[in-house]
Each structure stands twice: as structure tokens, then as C-alpha cells.
T-cell receptor, first 114, second 116 residues
Framework: EAGVAQSPRYKIIEKRQSVAFWCNPI?????LYWYQQILGQGPKLLIQ????????DSQLPKDRFSAERLKGVDSTLKIQPAKLEDSAVYLC????????????FGPGTRLTVL | AQSVTQLDSQVPVFEEAPVELRCNYS??????LFWYVQYPNQGLQLLLK??????LVESINGFEAEFNKSQTSFHLRKPSVHISDTAEYFC??????????????FGKGTKLTVNP
């Protein structure tokens, strides 16, 4: 079974530029999560989808971050414009459902904002 | 609100030595507790979890954790570590978020370095 795929693996941009990350969850997984992991900290949930609907985006900085999961499969996370403090690893995870007690993580995208 | 505290940011040990990675949680309700491991340049993987029942839970690679309700702890232990156990370990608690969603809240992580 293929795992969670993410691209790109690394991205370097200058502040005020835009960037997008892509995630392909495990086939059949209804729930998709985006996390931000700043160096020295644990992952922090940004947004959670159930199929193509948003369940929780309370910690998403909506003035600059957006995410979508149009067909309930792949998802894209966008930052526009980026700030220095957005430098982090962005992790995507999926699970069969919210009640399932394991999340499967992708390798992450390491973003550096200069 | 539920939160997780990992008391040690880095733990260096020698190969074949025992190790304990500490985790304390705060919660006023029943908890689900997890340990995830992150090897270099990889995503997180579930190591073990406590949902209910026996307070001692084990993983397939020799780690174990004990849920201690009175001390609100879920420490991770291994009696004899290998070089390959070098990784970052995250303790997490499942909490209820907005709209009835359930989400994981992670600690800051503990970097375990096993030296030869």
C-alpha cells in the first residue's frame, strides 16, 4: 500500500512570495490533515478535512494560508504572501476516519523563507 | 484544554543502555495517548497508543509505555536501545476540537541519540 505522498520535498522562497504544497493521501482515507512543524516544536494542526469539507481550521492563519481538497482526495496548501516565520516543515497526514486512532504521515515539505 | 509536556528535549545514551523518555499530560477528561517516532528526513510513525484497558502498552520493536492516571504521565521506556533507535519521539494526546472534530496535540519532542 502506497503511503502519503507530498511534493515538493524542499522549497526556498523569499518573503512576500507565494508557495503551494501538494498532498496525496492513502487511497480511501477520508480524513486529511495539514500540520506545521517549526524547528524544535511538535507538529501543530493547521487544518483538517473530512472528505472535501473542512472540519477544523481554527489554527490556520487565514489572512495568508489557504487549503483545499476539491474532490476529497488530493489537497493543496498555499501561503500567500510568505513571512519569515513560516519557515517550517509542512506535514500532511491521513486516516480512514476521524475516529480511527492512527494518522499516517507523509515525509513533509521543508520550507525556508529568506 | 489538553496539553502535553515532554520534559527532556534531548536524551543521549549509549547503545544497549536503558532509556526513559518522559511525557506528562493535562486533562480533565478521559484521554487517548500516543507516542510517535520521527526518523531523520521522514514523517512521523505511530509507535504505540493507549486507548483503554491495560495501562502497559508495547510496540513491536521493544518500546513500552505505561499510562499512570494519578501522575498524569505516559513515559516511554526501552530496556536496551540500539543505534537504529536514534530519532525524535513525540508524545501526543487526542482532544476534541471545534465542530466536534478530534485532533492530536503534540509535545515538543525528545531527540534520542544512541551512541556506540
Amino acid at each position: 500500500e502506497a503511503g502519503v505522498a507530498q511534493s515538493p520535498r524542499y522549497k526556498i522562497i523569499e518573503k512576500r512570495q507565494s508557495v503551494a504544497f501538494w498532498c496525496n493521501p492513502i487511497s480511501g482515507h477520508a480524513t486529511l490533515y495539514w500540520y506545521q512543524q517549526i524547528l524544535g516544536q511538535g507538529p501543530k494542526l493547521l487544518i483538517q478535512f473530512q472528505n472535501n469539507g473542512v472540519v477544523d481550521d481554527s489554527q490556520l492563519p487565514k489572512d495568508r494560508f489557504s487549503a483545499e481538497r476539491l474532490k476529497g482526495v488530493d489537497s493543496t496548501l498555499k501561503i500567500q504572501p510568505a513571512k519569515l516565520e513560516d519557515s517550517a516543515v509542512y506535514l500532511c497526514a491521513s486516516s480512514p476516519g476521524q475516529e480511527y486512532n492512527e494518522q499516517f504521515f507523509g515525509p513533509g515539505t521543508r520550507l525556508t523563507v529568506l | 484544554a489538553q496539553s502535553v509536556t515532554q520534559l527532556d528535549s534531548q536524551v543521549p545514551v549509549f547503545e544497549e543502555a536503558p532509556v526513559e523518555l518522559r511525557c506528562n499530560y493535562s486533562s480533565s477528561v478521559s484521554v487517548y495517548l500516543f507516542w510517535y517516532v520521527q526518523y531523520p528526513n521522514q514523517g512521523l510513525q505511530l509507535l504505540l497508543k493507549y486507548l483503554s484497558g491495560s495501562t502497559l502498552v508495547e510496540s513491536i520493536n521493544g518500546f513500552e509505555a505505561e499510562f499512570n492516571k494519578s501522575q498524569t504521565s505516559f513515559h516511554l521506556r526501552k530496556p536496551s536501545v540500539h543505534i537504529s533507535d536514534t530519532a525524535e519521539y513525540f508524545c501526543a494526546v487526542k482532544r476534541r476540537g471545534r465542530g466536534g472534530s478530534e485532533k492530536l496535540v503534540f509535545g515538543k519532542g525528545t531527540k534520542l541519540t544512541v551512541n556506540p
